[in-house]
C-alpha cells in the first residue's frame, strides 16, 4: 500500500474558504496525486477540448469541488487510500461523506467488489402475433453466435457476451448484454444493438422494429435492481461500537432500528432506490470525474444494509448492480475531470471497475453518516451549521 494520506487540513469559520486554506489542500492533492491539478486550480481548457461533448458552446460551468477523505479500500487491486473529489452546491455533503469516511475508517478498510458487468440494449421487434414473436425469439438463440460476430466486427474493445429474448404479446423484448471494456460504451452498445435486431429483422420480417424499444436508459427501472446494469458492485466495512458513539453520537442498534423503518417506508414507495443518499454522492463524484450526470438515476438504484454484529459493532454494506460509469472516453479524459480522477489513480484503460469500488465504498461512507445523523437527530442542525439554508449575498 502506498504511503498513508494525510487528513485534509481544515481551517476554523469562514478562513476555510480562503486562498490559504486552498493551497493547503491543493498540497495534499499533489502529494496523492503526484502532480498539482492546474485545471482545478484555475486555468482554463481551451475551448476546442469540448469538440464532440457539447453544441453551440459559449464557455464552462463552474461548481464548487471539495475533497472527502481519506477513504481507506479494499479493492480487487488492493489496498489504497485516496481522496475522493465531489463536486457540488449542497453543504454538508463533502462533510457528510468525510464523516462516514472516517467511520468507515474506524474499522479497517472498506472491502468494495466488481461482481460482475455487462451493459444491456433492449431493441423491440413488432410482429403480427405473438407466436411470430416467439419463433423469432427461438431463431435469434440459435443464431447467437452469428450476431455475436457481427458486433465484433464493429469495436475493438465490446462484445456481445450474452442474449435473452423475452416475447410480450406480439412484440419481441431481445436483451442484449455486451462488455464494454473501461468506457460506459453506450454508443457503442446502441451500434451494436441496432445491427443484431436488423440482422434479425431481415431474418423473420417483422412489422415495426425499434432500437430502443424497451428504453431503460436514464430512467428508474426495475431491470436495474433486479438483472443491474454495466456494473454490479458492493462494499462493506463493520463499524466499531466505540467509534459510533464518539464520532457519531448513536449506537448499532439505533442505526439498524431505523434502516428497518425506512425499509417499510420505501416498500410503499414502490422505490428501486433502498439506499439512503446515494444519488448525492454518486453525482458529485460523477460531476467531478466526467462522468454522464443522467446515468445517476440508473446507477443510484440498490440496497443498504444493516446489521449489529455478535460482537456488538454494526455491520454495514451497499450494494449498487447498475453503476455506469467509464474511466476512458465521454468527459473523462481532459480538463478537471481527468485530474480527478487521476486523483483516484483509475483513468485510462483498466480503471473502470477500480473506480466502481470506489463510487461504492463512498456511497457506504455516506449513508452511514447520514443515518448515523438521522439517528442522532443532528440532521437540520448540521446542514444548518454547514451553509445549506444560509442566505447567500447576491
Not at 199 to 220: I, N, S, W
Request: with cysteine.
Amino acid at each position: 500500500m502506498a504511503e498513508k494520506l494525510p487528513h485534509i487540513p481544515r481551517s476554523r469559520g469562514d478562513d476555510d474558504w480562503s486562498r490559504p486554506a486552498l493551497e493547503a489542500r491543493l498540497d495534499v492533492w499533489e502529494k496523492a496525486a503526484g502532480c498539482r491539478p492546474r485545471h482545478v486550480s484555475g486555468d482554463p481548457v481551451p475551448p476546442e477540448s469540448a469538440r464532440g461533448k457539447i453544441e453551440n458552446l459559449v464557455g464552462f460551468a463552474q461548481v464548487p469541488l471539495g475533497i472527502a477523505g481519506p477513504l481507506r479500500v479494499d479493492l480487487t487491486v488492493g489496498r489504497r487510500e485516496v481522496y475522493v473529489p465531489m463536486a457540488a452546491t449542497e453543504g454538508a455533503l463533502v462533510a457528510s461523506h468525510a464523516r462516514g469516511m472516517r467511520l468507515c475508517a474506524e474499522g479497517g478498510f472498506v472491502r468494495a467488489r466488481v461482481l460482475g458487468e455487462g451493459l444491456t440494449q433492449n431493441p423491440m421487434l413488432v410482429y403480427a402475433s405473438s407466436e411470430e414473436a416467439v419463433a423469432a425469439g427461438e431463431l435469434a438463440l440459435r443464431y447467437a453466435d452469428e450476431l455475436a460476430v457481427i458486433v465484433k466486427r464493429t469495436t475493438n474493445h465490446g462484445a456481445l457476451v450474452a442474449l435473452r429474448p423475452e416475447a410480450i404479446g406480439r412484440r419481441l423484448i431481445l436483451s442484449l448484454v455486451f462488455r464494454t471494456g473501461d468506457a460506459i460504451g453506450i454508443n457503442m452498445a446502441a451500434r451494436a444493438a441496432d445491427l443484431v435486431s436488423a440482422e434479425l429483422a431481415a431474418r423473420t420480417a417483422p412489422l415495426e422494429r425499434y432500437v430502443h424499444g424497451q428504453d431503460v436508459e436514464k430512467r428508474a427501472n426495475s431491470r436495474a435492481l433486479v438483472e443491474g446494469r454495466g456494473r454490479r458492485a458492493v462494499a462493506e466495512v463493520t463499524v466499531p461500537r466505540a467509534a459510533l458513539e464518539s464520532l457519531a453520537r448513536t449506537t448499532p442498534e439505533k442505526m439498524v432500528a431505523a434502516l428497518r423503518s425506512y425499509h417499510v417506508g420505501f416498500a410503499q414507495l414502490g422505490t428501486q432506490n433502498w439506499l439512503v443518499q446515494s444519488a448525492n454522492g454518486l453525482s458529485a463524484v460523477f460531476l467531478a470525474c466526467g462522468q454522464d450526470l443522467a446515468y445517476v438515476t440508473e446507477s443510484a438504484t440498490g440496497f443498504l444494509d444493516f446489521e449489529v454484529t455478535p460482537g456488538g459493532d454494526l455491520y454495514a454494506s451497499a450494494h449498487l448492480p447498475s453503476l455506469l460509469v467509464g474511466t476512458v472516453g465521454g468527459g473523462s479524459g481532459q480538463g478537471t475531470a481527468a485530474e480527478c480522477l487521476d486523483l483516484l489513480g483509475v483513468r485510462g484503460t483498466g480503471g473502470g471497475n477500480t473506480f466502481a469500488e470506489i463510487l461504492a465504498a463512498t456511497v457506504l461512507a455516506g449513508d452511514l453518516s447520514l443515518m448515523a445523523a438521522f439517528t442522532a437527530h443532528e440532521f437540520v442542525e448540521a446542514h444548518e451549521r454547514l451553509g445549506r439554508n444560509r442566505p447567500q449575498p447576491e
